[in-house]
């Protein structure tokens, strides 16, 4: 276990933003998570758990401990009924774990590509793009308490998965940290084409893509819409695209007839965030060194110099926007972070 005092959190995080913590833990094996919890009763304070850190904007100095889970490990557990089962520790990078996968020949997680963060990170906020969300494809998850010290296991039914959430974002839950997570990957399940860019991407030929295609297509078409978070930092997506009612949908499909519009399983419908952002003519638009990237608006980016303060100043003055102008309140997706903890965006 490495440990760090009064340590600089700009190079831990995609987002750069210079905040400091009393306390760094970096967790490399899992004789350092009982290390840890010696740690916390023998010092407590307050603490948070970070993953890659592509999902957390620290707003000021946080008075407490960081706590980076970097142990690594992936592996084949077996197959059965027409499906792989495969392992991978919390603290393996996303990206290259679904690299490994569609190396391995095996699909299911190809959608996904290109991804910022750590696989333990992404049930928390059922990560998805591209036609595909990870709880689809987790068949368990497992972890610790770490108030008991006791380990845990939750089959993806118990996990509560929902559009950007499951039940590890509830409050209840903080004491339970993602050791290792467990995927199904379907052996023989067609690609999946329906997401309208992979559609114009790969045209008529279904039949004929891989996972290692369409890792490479996802790869190329977020390349070209998103920044890079190793040149311009960011946390990707910063707000989610609100589920509204049917009747609201309808309302503002009357005044805005191009809004894109998804509807959901549950009724309800999905609207795009970025879509709204831009129609407030807010790309490009600072607070400080924050920036509304200038070619997608659902990317909120660092300037240059950009505080926690400047990015508070900035979702709120968006948020406000999209509010005045369609009536629909936007709710941030990264996890805001004060000097004591977890924040949101109503009481930072």
């Avoid at 340590?7 to 490399?28: H, I, K």
């Avoid at 009724?267 to 990237?293: D, F, P, S, T, Y």
């Amino acid at each position: 276990m490495q440990r760090f005092v009064e340590v600089d959190l700009s190079s831990w995080t995609t987002l750069g933003v210079p905040v400091r913590a009393q306390e760094l833990l970096v967790l490399e094996d899992e004789a350092d998570i009982a290390r840890w919890l010696e740690r916390r009763e023998a010092a407590p304070m307050p603490e948070l758990v970070l993953g890659g850190g592509s999902n957390v904007v620290f707003l000021e100095d946080f008075a407490g401990r960081v706590v980076r889970l970097a142990t690594r490990g992936r592996e084949l557990l077996g197959e059965e009924g027409g499906a792989r089962f495969v392992r991978a520790a919390a603290g393996e990078p996303w990206d290259g774990f679904v690299r490994w996968c569609v190396t391995q020949g095996w699909g299911g997680l190809e959608n996904l590509a290109a991804i910022p963060g750590s696989v333990g990170a992404v049930p928390v906020q059922n990560v998805g793009a591209y036609g595909l969300e990870v709880g689809e494809r987790i068949a368990w998850v497992e972890g610790v308490d770490r108030d008991t010290g006791l380990a845990w296991t939750l089959s993806a039914d118990e996990c509560g998965f929902g559009y950007r959430t499951s039940r590890f974002k509830a409050a209840e839950e903080s004491s339970r940290v993602i050791t290792a997570v467990v995927f199904r990957l379907p052996r023989d399940e067609p690609p999946r084409l329906d997401y309208p860019d992979l559609q114009r991407w790969f045209g008529g030929r279904a039949q004929r893509v891989s996972p290692a295609d369409v890792y490479a297509a996802v790869a190329e078409i977020r390349a070209r819409k998103l920044p890079d978070p190793r040149v311009q930092g960011n946390v990707g997506s910063f707000f989610k695209n609100p589920l509204v009612s049917p009747a609201v949908a309808e309302r503002l499909a009357a005044l805005h007839p191009d809004l894109p519009r998804h509807p959901q399983p549950d009724g309800r419908v999905k609207l795009a965030a970025g879509w709204m952002i831009e129609r407030c003519g807010l790309k490009g638009v600072r607070e400080g060194g924050a920036m509304v990237h200038e070619r997608q608006a659902l990317v909120l980016c660092n300037a240059g110099g950009a505080t926690g303060a400047d990015f508070l100043a900035l979702a709120r003055r968006v948020r406000e926007a999209v509010a005045e102008r369609f009536g629909v309140e936007l709710e941030v997706e990264p996890v805001l972070v004060g000097r004591e903890g977890v924040r949101s965006l109503e009481r930072a």
